[in-house]
């Protein structure tokens, strides 16, 4: 288990001994975001340095910094095969990373596998082509800002949560 700890901090977690197995220090940076890549050997972290830094999850050891978010790093999210890694910042600059290359594949400022989905203020999600990002479609029917929107394991549904104290599923559009 990782988890943002605040300034300069992630704690990684031994979830069987109930203890923190290390911190991965970050010490620009006030983390708000982690994930963990979908094969466990990878933590993403993003904050308020406005980037994302990659951990080795076994060691504890920086393994890379991407940069060039023009406001705090507030989701990341790896595609399910662990190719690619999607981080939005508050001001929603959405951009999304070649996890090996450890590269820039495309960026969208605005509001913001096969599809990739982001929250927005407006209480709406927008659904992407990760290839050029492209924008394919809005869902509206939040009554409020989106904060948090994951996809089912087989891609079929989007789940989003809102302020307004709504969880909605999504059939996504073919």
Do not use: Y
């Amino acid at each position: 288990l990782a988890c943002a700890a605040g300034i300069g901090r992630v704690s990684v977690w031994d979830v069987r001994a109930r203890r923190i197995r290390f911190l991965l220090d970050a010490p620009e940076s006030q983390n708000v975001a982690c994930a963990f890549s979908p094969d466990g050997r990878l933590i993403a972290a993003g904050g308020f340095d406005k980037t994302v830094t990659l951990w080795d999850a076994a060691t504890g050891a920086m393994v890379a910094e991407l940069g060039g978010h023009d406001s705090p790093v507030w989701e990341l999210d790896f595609s399910p095969d662990g190719r690619f890694l999607v981080s939005c910042s508050l001001h929603d600059d959405i951009r999304l990373w070649d996890v090996a290359g450890r590269s820039l594949v495309w960026s969208h400022g605005g509001d913001g596998g096969s599809l990739l989905a982001s929250s927005g203020h407006d209480g709406t999600l927008r659904l992407w082509d990760p290839r050029d990002g492209a924008l394919l479609a809005v869902l509206a029917g939040h009554g409020a800002e989106v904060l948090r929107v994951a996809f089912s394991p087989d891609g079929t549904l989007i789940a989003s949560v809102s302020w307004d104290g709504t969880m909605r599923l999504w059939a996504v559009p073919k």
